[in-house]
């Protein structure tokens, strides 16, 4: 009887260890399946955070050229409005030194904006840029100010006569310089933008 007694306790203690032999393998097993996943999820965040800089970059690059196609197209509607308006007497384009200066300054916002584009165009195909790197992104950055300013300055020359001939008459003239004026105002925002992509670059250009 003494005999079994003992077998059986020591059949028990076995038993009972088992458990705690088995929660421990578990544990580990778990424990470096736990820190792989972290490892995992760690190593991922970096590719993402990665791979969400190149898209910027690349946005950043391309967006220049879509900027001063935009401009240059929006600045030739306004060229064109402007000039061809002439209807006779009173509603003739010409008479008006305010559609004289917009004409003007659509017609430099257009040829500036077509050799922007063709520029960037040129450099993203893979060739020279005519302006160096450093000096190209001052001049971007000036230019573009530049030209949004004359096209703002010309938009508020030309907005108040037309408000005055709108509230007298609305025909196909007003109508013409009205649109103009829409046009221009296109440009003016693509321009802007341009010159907020062309400023981001000039702020992270290191010269070092």
């Known amino acids: 009887m003494a005999m079994v007694t003992a077998d059986a306790s020591a059949t028990a203690v076995a038993a009972t260890k088992q458990p705690d032999a088995a929660d421990k393998e578990y544990s580990s097993y778990n424990g470096a399946s736990t820190a792989g996943g972290a490892r995992s999820r760690g190593g991922g965040g970096v590719v993402d955070s990665v791979v969400a800089r190149w898209r910027r970059d690349e946005m950043l690059d391309k967006s ?31 008479r008006y030194q305010e559609y004289r200066y917009l004409l003007a300054i659509a017609a430099l916002a257009f040829v500036y904006s077509l050799a922007q584009a063709l ?14 790197t450093p000096s190209g992104r001052i001049f971007d950055f000036v230019a573009d100010q530049v030209v949004a300013y004359l096209l703002m300055s010309a938009l508020s020359a030309a907005t108040p006569i037309t408000n005055r001939m709108r509230t007298a008459v609305v025909n196909n003239f007003t109508d013409a310089t009205a649109a103009a004026i829409s046009m221009a105002f296109l440009a003016f925002v693509s321009l802007a933008l ?5 400023g981001y670059k000039l702020s992270k250009q290191t010269y070092m």
């Open 119 to 132: 520029r960037h165009a040129h450099r993203m195909r893979g060739g020279a840029d005519p302006v160096s």
């Open 64 to 94: 220049p050229l879509a900027l001063h196609a935009a401009a240059a197209a929006f600045a030739f509607v306004a060229l064109v409005l402007v000039a061809s308006n002439q209807h006779g007497d009173w509603m003739q384009f010409d």
């Open 194 to 198: 341009a010159a907020t992509v062309s």
